[in-house]
């Protein structure tokens, strides 16, 4: 039986081409205790596979995180699917503002030790014990107030493109690098003053609130279904839009248009630009912010370096990439000093 992708990311873009057919991309999560998370995981994919669901979905003991790409005429039936197991009956849908048939190219599903790598011992604390959760009219009215906090809880490239006015942005480079020091920064003011939070779906938050008030924060808010869900209430209610700037998403868009703001300036050249790239050199696979002249002018690539190395036959290439690990810890998104305009710690 079929438990893994066959094809290449290639011959999936050119099956959804040659079909024509519109997709969906949405995401969603959900906390659950999950007996079997290997079992859950063979389940989900037997059945996505053939609903011809692509994505990127994560599966532990503690539930589910899952962003994905679903057949338009297949939607339905996928809704169905989840309403059919009891801890995702009627799971919100954030489904993205901006539609791409190729936002994913394969099915990833994959069993974790957690849904979101938050470096915390869920012992220590009542992970249910969470914040408010407040819809976008209430987010607009709450973080007008001089009492609030208002947190960024992403990481520093995807709050450097879009962030709301006002908010604290952590300048880190992982979400658990952000919750004791947004906890020591706030110290003083656990109990005088209501700590608002927001990530891209919720997920974030939800761990966090919880996290918070454990340590000793009175008055904890998150912004229920994150910046997605922001932007579509913004839009169907007609709601002063308090977001500036782009949506970081984790799929082959890599952000969503939420405002006509550009806050941000491409890596290499100063100019204003929002769009993230990743570096054409395989062996660096450096996540940056270039423009277009700056593409065209660096063949897609971080540097100098890199601009030479993709020059050189195939195989040259792939010989210069032996023993090199292809981790996230080599993709230093926007960290690296070959790029001039980067932000910085």
């Not at 532990?60 to 338009?72: D, F, K, M, R, T």
């Not at 782009?246 to 006509?260: A, L, M, P, T, Y």
């Not at 929002?274 to 002018?297: G, M, P, R, S």
């Not at 897609?300 to 036959?313: N, R, V, W, Y």
């Amino acid at each position: 039986m079929q438990l893994y992708n066959k094809l290449s990311a290639k011959e999936r873009a050119a099956l959804i081409d040659e079909a024509g057919e519109d997709r969906l991309t949405l995401s969603f999560y959900q906390y659950a205790k999950i007996g079997n998370p290997h079992l859950f995981r063979n389940h989900l994919f037997i059945a996505w596979d053939e609903m011809a669901v692509l994505g990127r979905i994560y599966v532990a003991h503690e539930g589910i995180n899952a962003q994905l790409s679903v057949p338009a005429q297949n939607f339905e039936t996928f809704k169905n699917f989840l309403d059919g197991i009891y801890f995702l009956e009627n799971v919100r849908l954030n489904i993205a503002i901006e539609q791409d048939a190729k936002s994913f190219l394969k099915l990833k599903v994959k069993v974790r030790d957690k849904i979101v790598a938050d470096g915390l011992n869920d012992e220590t604390f009542d992970v249910t014990n969470k914040g408010v959760h407040v819809d976008a009219a209430t987010f607009n009215d709450l973080i007008e107030s001089d009492d609030v906090v208002l947190v960024d809880m992403r990481n520093h490239y995807e709050s450097e493109i879009g962030h709301f006015k006002n908010a604290v942005t952590p300048d880190v480079d992982t979400f658990r690098d952000s919750l004791d020091l947004i906890e020591e920064d706030l110290r003083d003011h656990k109990e005088d003053k209501k700590l608002v939070m927001y990530c891209t779906g919720g997920i974030r938050c939800e761990k966090a609130s919880a996290y918070y008030k454990h340590k000793g924060f009175k008055h904890v808010y998150q912004l229920e279904g994150g910046i997605i869900e922001y932007a579509r209430q913004v839009e169907q209610l007609k709601l002063e839009n308090k977001f500036k700037g782009k949506n970081f998403v984790f799929d082959h868009r890599r952000g969503e248009r939420i405002s006509e703001d550009i806050i941000s300036n491409c890596h290499q050249c100063g100019k204003p630009c929002d769009t993230h790239v990743n570096c054409e050199n395989e062996a660096c696979h450096l996540l940056f912010i270039q423009c277009e002249e700056c593409a065209e002018a660096m063949n897609h690539t971080c540097s100098d370096e890199c601009k030479e190395i993709i020059a050189l036959p195939y195989e040259v290439q792939k010989e210069l990439r032996k023993g090199i690990p292809n981790s996230n810890k080599i993709f230093k998104k926007g960290r690296s000093e070959k790029l001039k305009f980067k932000r910085s710690l």
